[in-house]
T-cell receptor, first 111, second 112 residues
């Protein structure tokens, strides 16, 4: 079983739609959580950290459920520029700040 | 000013050759990493250095040897390249134990 599991998609949505991605992780010792975004042939870039209380950054909302070991990302009012691969990432400090990446969920926003 | 820079951006080489990839960060971060992204786009850690000390060494063939001359530089040398080494190699750095990473733009290695 992969340490971080994501639905690979692709999610094909129209502009303006709301879309949600989910992710589960297997290591209960994981202590930090992130969503990264990766555009085609580019490096991953940090989108946002994820906190237990939930956090929002503009159109993006991230949630963490430690009991279920589940992380989510909600994108409201999708833009064409949101098209990318979204990577769910967990950090196990016991291994020296090692980020473990999910395989990513592809989002395609169409006009 | 590029925060994490890798060279070269592209590398095409024949099987059996030895090659190096260089990485430098100007963010003042203590920790640097090498990740490999294969054709399935899966990002997997290879090595991590903290202040020039190796702290993570995943199951990587010993043909791969990282070297960190100082905390701002982390290089990757690969001996006897194989077809399966073809991938994008990303360097990254982080400031703290719980921080996110800043990635370099990647080195696309093709072994023919």
């Amino acid at each position: 079983r992969k340490e971080v599991e994501q639905d690979p998609g692709p999610f094909n949505v129209p502009e303006g739609a709301t879309v949600a991605f989910n992710c589960t992780y297997s290591n209960s010792a994981s202590q930090s959580f992130f969503w990264y975004r990766q555009d085609c042939r580019k490096e991953p870039k940090l989108l946002m950290s994820v906190y237990s209380s939930g956090n929002e950054d503009g159109r993006f909302t991230a949630q963490l459920n430690r009991a279920s070991q589940y992380i989510s990302l909600l994108i409201r009012d999708s833009k064409l520029s949101d098209s990318a691969t979204y990577l769910c990432v967990v950090n196990n400090w016991e291994y020296g700040n090692k980020l473990v990446f999910g395989a990513g969920t592809i989002l395609r926003v169409k006009s | 000013d590029t925060a994490v820079s890798q060279t070269p951006k592209y590398l095409v080489t024949q099987m059996g050759n030895d090659k190096s990839i260089k990485c430098e960060q100007n963010l003042g971060h203590d920790t640097m990493y090498w990740y490999k992204q294969d054709s399935k786009k899966f990002l997997k850690i290879m090595f991590s250095y903290n202040n020039k000390e190796l702290i993570i060494n995943e199951t990587v063939p010993n043909r791969f040897s990282p070297k960190s001359p100082d905390k701002a530089h982390l290089n990757l040398h690969i001996n006897s390249l194989e077809l399966g080494d073809s991938a994008v190699y990303f360097c990254a750095s982080s400031a703290s134990r719980n921080g996110g990473y800043t990635f370099g733009s990647g080195t696309r290695l093709t072994v023919v």
